[in-house]
């Protein structure tokens, strides 16, 4: 059983920087392939990163490649997503996810957070 808590969403001006962390309880973190989704208000919850338990592989969505930076930390049971240069087309609800294998993170997560919101004001 993993459990994941998001932290730092909040409010920030087009242009903006962001860093989102996940902290995961339980021992096997460095097991599990992570993965950050959003999901804006009346759309799908879209896949944005994800990350390999080592860490070497990484995916980005097309709308966010070259400003978002998925990064992890096993020592520290956490995930972290760097948000730069911030459009208004990022405001929603990010969710940390963690699966047991890469492709399963990205398709199908075995758990889930309780999302943080993020808002960029354009």
């Known amino acids: 059983q993993v459990q994941l808590i998001e932290s730092g969403g909040g409010l920030v001006q087009a242009g903006g920087s962001l860093r989102l962390s996940c902290a995961a309880s339980?021992?096997?973190?460095?097991?599990?392939?992570m993965g950050w989704f959003r999901q804006a208000p009346g759309k799908e919850r879209d896949l944005v990163a994800a990350?390999?338990?080592?860490?070497?592989?990484?995916y980005y969505a097309d709308s966010v490649k070259g400003r978002f930076t998925i990064s992890r930390d096993n020592a520290k049971n956490t995930v972290y997503l760097q948000m730069n240069s911030l459009k208004a087309e990022d405001t929603a609800v990010y969710y940390c996810?963690?699966?047991?294998?890469?492709?399963?993170?990205?398709?199908?997560?075995?758990?889930w957070g309780q999302g943080t919101q993020v808002t960029v004001s354009s």
């Open positions: 990350v390999s338990w080592t860490g070497v592989n990484t």
């Open positions: 996810a963690a699966g047991d294998s890469y492709r399963r993170v990205k398709l199908t997560p075995d758990y």
């Open positions: 339980g021992r096997t973190f460095s097991s599990y392939a």
